[in-house]
């Protein structure tokens, strides 16, 4: 994973100007800075960058103009190289601090430039990890963010895998990498009763998710007869509610030995209608894409896979299995990419959106309202009964975007 190294606050007085004059928007003065200091300086003590002071001097109640002024500061500064998801000393970005203050503006503004930092990167050898909220299962991707760079596992697509940027850290803070695919593979899984964990108890699928695979069959699949392929088991939720639309064939890729284990002790290799593609779904998907089936829902939901997998498989694959646009054909996958942190999933949403299209696919989002956090019985806060034996809380939002991919028309 890359990462950027903060540039300490220098004792000349030039950069405490440049620091001074981003908190009150002083374009002028920031642009003669700038050519002689980077704009990357920030105060010692709140690691606060001249991007988290520019934003943290605003409020909402402030005119068109003052707004106006921040955010000709914003972009000044990104134009100057400024790390758009560098952490001060309380974990925070700028767009943190921006969505935090209900700054909408500015927040776009650090999204956006979010996006084209990481489509870059993306392009030139591989994407960064937003923060890493593991995403959480088997059916997941995830991230971590950079700040410069953060770490998340982009679960994959549904659990943690993705990778944004986070800042560097002391020796004693420094983050565990999450865990790859191979180390994964080779994991001892335990079942419960709302969750199942790799032998470092971290999260590969938990029953809180119901909901949204729920809400994403009933997208995917509205009629019964329909052919269905779901990239990822974990504890079968997904795959028990496309049984419940009675597919006529319905086939399962699964690579870890317990899960494949656990579908036979629970007579999944029995049902009618049913084909499970033992492996890693790189090595089995070619010769199915060559038996010239089409499906008219596709779910991806892996684990422990970075976000270049997930795209890899819309963009090699999905046109070759996807059922046509005049057969209802859909594609999904289980968006946690960077749900530890808003601004992450955000920008991967863009992302998404951005590489689909590339891929010849029309993303739409359905807007998933999840429990509060106060809500006794759901008890998805930090600390809340939800998380109770899991390493580390991977989803932190109030809101799930489910992704409906069609081709284009």
Same mark, same amino acid.
């Given at each position: 994973?890359?990462?950027?190294?903060?540039?300490?606050?220098?004792?000349?007085?030039?950069?405490?100007?440049?620091?001074?004059?981003?908190?009150?928007?002083?374009?002028?003065?920031?642009?003669?800075?700038?050519?002689?200091?980077?704009?990357?300086?920030?105060?010692?003590?709140?690691?606060?960058?001249?991007?988290?002071?520019?934003?943290?001097?605003?409020?909402?109640?402030?005119?068109?103009?003052?707004?106006?002024?921040?955010?000709?500061?914003?972009?000044?500064?990104?134009?100057?190289?400024?790390?758009?998801?560098?952490?001060?000393?309380?974990?925070?970005?700028?767009?943190?601090?921006?969505?935090?203050?209900?700054?909408?503006?500015?927040?776009?503004?650090?999204?956006?430039?979010?996006?084209?930092?990481?489509?870059?990167?993306?392009?030139?050898?591989?994407?960064?990890?937003?923060?890493?909220?593991?995403?959480?299962?088997?059916?997941?991707?995830?991230?971590?963010?950079?700040?410069?760079?953060?770490?998340?596992?982009?679960?994959?697509?549904?659990?943690?895998?993705?990778?944004?940027?986070?800042?560097?850290?002391?020796?004693?803070?420094?983050?565990?990498?999450?865990?790859?695919?191979?180390?994964?593979?080779?994991?001892?899984?335990?079942?419960?009763?709302?969750?199942?964990?790799?032998?470092?108890?971290?999260?590969?699928?938990?029953?809180?998710?119901?909901?949204?695979?729920?809400?994403?069959?009933?997208?995917?699949?509205?009629?019964?007869?329909?052919?269905?392929?779901?990239?990822?088991?974990?504890?079968?939720?997904?795959?028990?509610?496309?049984?419940?639309?009675?597919?006529?064939?319905?086939?399962?890729?699964?690579?870890?030995?317990?899960? +494949? /284990? $656990?579908?036979? =002790?629970?007579?999944?290799?029995?049902? &009618? !209608?049913?084909?499970?593609?033992? %492996?890693?779904?790189?090595?089995?998907?070619?010769?199915?894409?060559?038996?010239?089936?089409?499906?008219?829902?596709?779910?991806?939901?892996?684990?422990?896979?970075?976000?270049?997998?997930?795209?890899?498989?819309?963009?090699?694959?999905?046109?070759?299995?996807?059922?046509?646009?005049?057969?209802?054909?859909?594609?999904?996958?289980?968006?946690?990419?960077?749900?530890?942190?808003?601004?992450?999933?955000?920008?991967?949403?863009?992302?998404?959106?951005?590489?689909?299209?590339?891929?010849?696919?029309?993303?739409?989002?359905?807007?998933?309202? +999840? /429990? $509060?956090?106060? =809500?006794?019985?759901?008890?998805?806060? &930090? !600390?809340?009964?939800?998380?109770? %034996?899991?390493?580390?809380?991977?989803?932190?939002?109030?809101?799930?975007?489910?992704?409906?991919?069609?081709?284009?028309?």
């Amino acid at each position: 994973m890359a990462t950027t190294i903060q540039t300490p606050l220098p004792t000349d007085p030039e950069s405490t100007m440049l620091l001074l004059a981003a908190t009150d928007h002083n374009i002028p003065v920031l642009e003669s800075l700038l050519k002689t200091t980077s704009a990357n300086v920030y105060e010692p003590e709140t690691r606060q960058t001249a991007l988290h002071v520019a934003v943290a001097s605003c409020t909402p109640e402030d005119s068109a103009d003052e707004l106006k002024a921040a955010e000709e500061t914003l972009k000044l500064l990104l134009l100057n190289g400024a790390i758009w998801n560098d952490l001060d000393v309380s974990g925070e970005t700028p767009a943190c601090i921006a969505d935090r203050l209900g700054l909408k503006s500015l927040y776009g503004i650090l999204v956006e430039a979010g996006v084209r930092a990481e489509l870059i990167l993306g392009r030139l050898g591989g994407y960064l990890q937003l923060s890493d909220g593991e995403e959480s299962e088997e059916e997941e991707i995830g991230d971590e963010e950079e700040a410069p760079e953060l770490v998340q596992e982009a679960d994959t697509v549904g659990t943690p895998q993705t990778e944004l940027t986070q800042p560097e850290l002391e020796p004693e803070e420094e983050i565990k990498v999450d865990v790859n695919s191979k180390d994964y593979l080779a994991s001892k899984l335990t079942y419960h009763d709302d969750k199942l964990l790799d032998e470092d108890n971290n999260g590969v699928m938990m029953e809180w998710e119901r909901g949204i695979m729920e809400r994403s069959v009933n997208v995917l699949v509205k009629e019964e007869g329909k052919r269905i392929l779901n990239i990822g088991f974990g504890m079968g939720i997904i795959d028990g509610l496309f049984q419940e639309k009675k597919p006529s064939h319905h086939v399962i890729v699964e690579a870890h030995p317990d899960v +494949l /284990k $656990k579908m036979k =002790e629970d007579g999944w290799d029995q049902k &009618e !209608g049913v084909e499970i593609l033992e %492996g890693r779904w790189q090595d089995v998907i070619p010769d199915l894409v060559n038996r010239n089936i089409t499906f008219h829902a596709i779910y991806f939901d892996t684990f422990a896979e970075s976000y270049d997998e997930l795209r890899l498989f819309f963009t090699e694959y999905v046109i070759g299995l996807l059922a046509p646009l005049s057969e209802g054909g859909k594609f999904s996958f289980f968006h946690g990419l960077g749900a530890d942190r808003r601004v992450s999933y955000d920008v991967y949403t863009r992302i998404v959106e951005i590489d689909m299209l590339e891929a010849g696919l029309e993303t739409r989002w359905d807007i998933v309202p +999840l /429990k $509060k956090d106060d =809500e006794e019985e759901d008890g998805m806060e &930090e !600390g809340g009964k939800v998380w109770d %034996g899991v390493k580390r809380r991977y989803w932190i939002l109030p809101e799930y975007k489910l992704p409906i991919a069609e081709f284009l028309a």
